[in-house]
């Protein structure tokens, strides 16, 4: 088990040493100033230094991405399935939707921090949700529409009505599209949070950490922000593909058995 | 009871896209009666309506012209009543159900108890010879045990009759031949009336009490051979001269059909 689990990752494992130890020998090799490219081992250094007030500054952020998430992903199931419940109306909506979701939210990020106050970090939950709302709203649709035809006709031979089909087939067939938005919605809410912050907020947020260190030439520092910012994110996303794995383990069972 | 037919079709005539231009008629002017615990198959060349005049039986389509009755009441009360189950082509098992859930799904939707679920879901992967499978997941089965789900599932809750398209299609030959002998098995033990599409004349001719053949463009009957081979019919009766006969007759049949489409 566990050997195969290495020989999954291996080379991913070998691509990310290599591309460290490369960056580490390019820096001194050619002498790259610090403002330009701090070397890993001077990031790593500062990192583990200033590990305390990294995650204070971490963990204010990460919790407008988890607001943000919890309420632009609420959002966007509902939406989803009250649309979902008329095919009609979906059809109409969908298009929007989608032309929505290609909208770059961020731009008014300026705008939602003057509205909430910059200080506020409601102005950043509303950005992140906003962001994260379209393509869960998109994906849940799809899950609740592509269904099976035949997986159709059969609730219909069964005269089943339709929050019979909405429960019984349309639901669990979108619980993957659903797990799949999330892990976007995570990578997003991140971004739309940290990103957001680099139109002013408190001073203990990553974003406004990082534009402040940078324009004081202090670029360890706001690289270590980064890492934070990287460690959150992936966090994140392994949350979601364990609590995915635990609601939909035929999805991953049965992908499992095709590959064989 | 037994003078009310199980399926009746009176002046059926099926047209797809009326008044556009693509315009298809895919059945004209069926008319057909199919008796209690009749098995019969609806066969001929692809395009020749067999799947719409069974979807038409099962109220998943409407006639444009003509009356479709199950156990004499419209094909729409019959569905809403639950007179008939259906196995499709594909076994059609929600894979987020385990083989015992996939059984019970009809009988979730008409309200039965929770026991008599599971006893029936027992009773019917039994029949089915799929006892021990209770918990596996679709996907771990082959796809004959597969198809053996969904036929347990359309039985479940004991319909009369029981409409099958295709259902043994997409299985490999050996498969098809074992579940061919279940199928005449599990007809037998339950009594009830089956309705079969199929595009193997051998199959039809192996099953039947009647096979239905029809010619496409429109789609009509063109000629119905009753199979009065003796039943239960055991896997030698392929061999018999007789069961040759029906099977070349009916392959001659067929072959006249398709030169007239050629023309």
């Avoid at chain 2, 006893?119 to 039994?126: C, G, P, T, V």
């Amino acid at each position: 088990m566990s050997r195969t689990v290495w020989r999954e990752y291996m080379p991913a494992i070998v691509v990310a040493v290599a591309a460290l130890v490369l960056w580490e020998a390019a820096v001194r090799g050619f002498q790259i100033e610090r403002f330009l490219l701090p070397a890993p081992s001077a990031i790593v250094t500062n990192f583990i230094e200033n590990f305390e007030r990294l995650v204070h500054i971490g963990w204010f952020t990460t919790k407008e991405a988890l607001g943000g998430f919890f309420i632009g992903c609420s959002l966007g199931i509902l939406a989803a399935f009250i649309t979902a419940r008329w095919v009609a109306v979906n059809e109409a909506i969908l298009p929007f939707a989608i032309a929505a979701n290609s909208v770059p939210i961020l731009a008014f990020a300026p705008i939602v921090n003057n509205w909430f106050g910059v200080d506020n970090p409601l102005s950043k939950m509303i950005i992140v949700a906003v962001i994260v709302f379209f393509p869960v709203m998109i994906n849940t649709i799809r899950g609740l529409t592509l269904v099976d035809k035949n997986a159709l006709e059969l609730m219909h031979s069964y005269a089943a009505s339709e929050v019979e089909i909405l429960w019984k087939l349309r639901t669990p067939n979108a619980l993957p599209y659903i797990f799949n938005a999330f892990k976007i919605a995570a990578a997003l809410s991140m971004i739309g949070a940290v990103v957001s912050e680099y139109f002013g907020g408190n001073r203990s947020a990553l974003g406004v950490f990082i534009t402040q260190e940078a324009a004081l030439f202090r670029f360890e520092n706001a690289w270590s922000a980064i890492i934070i910012a990287c460690i959150v994110g992936i966090t994140f996303y392994l949350i979601i593909v364990a609590v995915e794995r635990a609601v939909i383990p035929w999805y991953f069972e049965q992908r499992k058995a095709e590959r064989h | 009871m037994t003078n009310t037919p199980t399926v009746s079709l009176k002046n059926v005539t099926k047209i797809f896209n009326p008044g556009q231009p693509n315009e298809v008629t895919a059945l004209k002017n069926i008319n057909l009666d199919i008796w209690p615990h009749e098995f019969v198959s609806l066969v001929g060349p692809s395009g020749c309506g067999k799947s719409t005049l069974l979807r038409l039986i099962a109220d998943l389509t409407q006639p444009t012209e003509g009356t479709v009755q199950v156990n004499g009441k419209s094909a729409y009360r019959a569905r809403i009543e639950q007179d008939y189950g259906i196995v499709f082509q594909s076994p059609t098992l929600y894979e987020w159900r385990t083989v015992a859930k996939n059984v019970e799904l009809p009988l979730e939707l008409m309200k039965y108890g929770r026991a008599e679920r599971r006893e029936r879901a027992r009773k019917m992967l039994q029949l089915v010879e799929l006892e021990g499978f209770e918990n596996h997941h679709p996907w771990q089965l082959s796809g004959g045990m597969q198809q053996r789900v969904s036929i347990a599932r359309a039985l479940a809750f004991d319909p009369a009759l029981l409409l099958m398209d295709e259902p043994f299609g997409a299985l490999d030959e050996m498969t098809r031949e074992r579940m061919n002998l279940e199928l005449q098995n599990i007809w037998d033990r339950t009594g009830a009336t089956i309705v079969f599409v199929t595009h193997s004349i051998p199959e039809a001719v192996f099953l039947s009490n009647r096979v239905v053949m029809l010619s496409p463009r429109p789609g009509c009957i063109a000629e119905i051979v009753d199979i009065d081979l003796p039943m239960p019919r055991a896997w030698e009766v392929r061999e018999d001269p007789h069961y040759f006969e029906l099977v070349n007759h009916l392959r001659d049949t067929l072959r006249e059909i398709e030169g007239g489409m050629r023309e």
